[in-house]
């Protein structure tokens, strides 16, 4: 674990020493759009045009960031025309790795052995936090974005034209309705989780546990009246709640002390899990393995010995209830 300072490696843990014993996530630094036709993005951003082979994805299949963009890969229909490599799930003095000993696919596209190396070739002077995931050009060399949130938005549109895939994720109609749940649910639960096992002081840690609990109950509440998170249809912030809730029971809650609840003990999330864990493509892009040694044996501050718990034995292929609410499924547009 550690950070680039003007393209040099630190092997270093967070600072929460100078925030109250918080731990402060840095916001993704390299944020250009990948387009269909490489017009600006939404808010303006550079971008590169859509094309078939140019771009690599790199990630993590342990980081709940970057699963989100390999269900919106799968979901999407880009398997062929965007590659893919993963890290080794341990994080240790390197920060994240492409050693095939321990479980990474190897680097496909530019064979290095450390993923910080991608940030220097992209930057040497990178000064940041190094994370996954990334999208990479191939021609350019360099990593075009690594904000999960916006590669997300990125698959969504940009290659339709190329694939025929008419699936949207982020609907015009619904998008006041997803970008208020997604507030909630990545201040609370996906970067909540964080917050709370990361804390170093007991009162932090508690208010953040709290938070994150107090959170849960709504999403249960909401989830009680509407199969998805924005109604009928299923959309991003579903996949965005989905990567935290799979690996809660696993790691979140033994590892991080979310401990109040299990993820089993709500009616409406664990079926709602379990849902979306059967949903097709989904369930192949959720890895436990490295789920569990990533956490386990990467964060040595919270669990020394690096000991993998065998359990707890989670059975998500378990038939669900949800078909008792209304659902539509992926929204279509028109292409
Ligand atoms: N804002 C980023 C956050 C990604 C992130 O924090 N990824 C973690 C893995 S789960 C990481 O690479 N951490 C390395 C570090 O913080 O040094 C995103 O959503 O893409």
């Given amino acids: ?10 092997d270093e843990w967070y600072d929460t020493e100078s925030s109250g014993g918080e731990f402060l996530r840095e916001s993704a630094r390299l944020r250009d759009w990948v387009t269909a036709d490489g017009s600006v993005g939404p808010d303006g951003q550079t971008a590169l045009p859509a094309e078939a082979g140019r771009y690599h994805l790199y990630v993590s299949l342990a980081c709940p960031w970057a699963h989100r963009t390999l269900i919106m890969r799968r979901l999407k229909g880009l398997d062929d025309i965007l590659g893919i490599s993963h890290v080794s799930p341990l994080m240790g003095k390197d920060g994240w790795t492409y050693r095939r000993d321990e479980g990474s696919s190897g680097d496909a ?24 995931p990334v999208l990479w050009d191939r021609q ?69 546990v709290t938070a994150l609990f107090d959170a849960l109950e709504r ?28 690996r809660f029971d696993a790691v979140y809650h033994g590892h991080f002390k979310c401990n109040l609840r299990r993820i089993e003990d709500f009616p409406q999330l664990s079926n709602y899990l379990r849902e979306l864990y059967q ?23 919270i669990n020394p010995n690096r000991i993998v718990p065998l359990g707890p034995h ?22």
Avoid: C
């Fill in 1 to 10: 674990m550690g950070l680039l300072v003007k393209g040099v490696w630190h």
């Fill in 109 to 132: 596209i530019n064979g290095v052995d450390f993923h910080h190396q991608l940030y220097t070739m992209t930057d040497a002077s990178y000064s940041g936090r190094v994370t996954v």
């Fill in 140 to 208: 350019q060399q360099r990593i075009v974005n690594n904000e999960s949130a916006e590669l997300v938005r990125i698959f969504n549109t940009a290659f339709n034209e190329m694939t025929g895939n008419r699936l949207d994720l982020y609907p015009l109609p619904l998008r006041e309705q997803i970008d208020a749940v997604n507030a909630d649910v990545y201040d609370h639960i996906n970067n909540g989780v964080y917050k709370a096992g990361f804390a170093t002081r007991q009162d932090v840690y508690e208010k953040h």
């Fill in 219 to 246: 999403i249960e509440q909401r989830l009680s009246q509407h199969r998805y998170l924005a109604g009928a249809w299923l959309t991003e912030a579903d996949i965005r709640l989905f990567t935290t809730l799979v």
């Fill in 279 to 301: 949903w097709p493509g989904i369930a192949e892009t959720v890895n436990m393995d490295h789920i569990q040694r990533h956490y386990y044996m990467s964060h040595a501050t």
């Fill in 314 to 335: 989670l059975d998500l292929q378990r038939q669900h209830d949800r078909e008792r609410l209304e659902g539509k499924g992926i929204w279509k547009v028109e292409l």
